[in-house]
């Protein structure tokens, strides 16, 4: 019985340990759309700053 | 604690934006004097308006070269004076109370935008450098007549 569970414990750490370098690839399309949101951001200030400027 | 490579990237761009929009807003408040239209503590009577200087003659003058005072009350529903003139390339210092409710005080297509609360002395500068006649208008529902609340400046 306790060699079952120390088998699934292994498994389950196994398992745990290769997800590891795939953050990588998970994280990017989290960044893309963050710096395109930043962007945006950045574009709508800057707008409305010229906008602003112009008219003074 | 781990913090992932883009995750410090995205952080310190937001931060770096956040230090930008708040410096340049910082700078431009305290190194070059931009203010809110009511940012000092300027009451008035507002049941004393038309008793009170410099309400009690509203109008436009001259106070130096190519720069005008325009004294002005909002009310329901309009401005007094009702018609203004001024030469092209004059800065008007526009000052500015209301005897009833709140009001709003914008001329479409310049940074010109207040509000002009009673009991309250508001004031805005505009430097008009093109010909022309600009509206002013009420931006803030007053009544029923709000629609009607308007006057112009007009720039030779």
């Not at chain 2, 490579?5 to 004097?33: C, D, H, N, P, Q």
């Amino acid at each position: 019985m306790s060699a079952d569970l120390q088998q699934i414990k292994e498994q389950t750490d196994s398992r745990s340990i290769p997800e590891q370098p795939n953050q990588e690839t998970e994280f990017k399309g989290t960044f893309v759309s963050v710096m395109a949101l930043g962007a945006f951001v950045v574009l709508m200030w800057l707008a409305v700053f010229i906008l602003f400027i112009v008219r003074q | 604690m781990h913090i992932h490579r883009l995750e410090k990237i995205w952080l310190t761009f937001g931060l770096a934006m956040l230090f930008v929009f708040l410096g340049i807003l910082g700078i431009s408040a305290f190194a070059m004097g931009a203010q809110p239209p009511s940012p000092h503590r300027h009451m008035i009577d507002p049941t004393r308006v038309q008793e009170t200087a410099p309400f009690d003659a509203p109008g436009i003058k001259q106070v130096a070269d190519g720069e005008y005072e325009a004294v002005m009350i909002a009310y329901a529903f309009g401005y007094s004076p009702n018609k203004m003139e001024v030469p092209a390339g004059s800065t008007v210092h526009f000052t500015i109370t209301s005897p009833d409710v709140i009001h709003g005080f914008e001329i479409p297509g310049t940074n010109v935008n207040m509000m002009v609360i009673p009991g309250e002395v508001s004031q805005i500068s505009h430097k008009f450098t093109k010909p022309g006649e600009y509206l002013i208008l009420c931006n803030e529902y007053c009544g029923t007549g709000h629609e009607y609340m308007n006057t112009v400046i007009v720039v030779k």
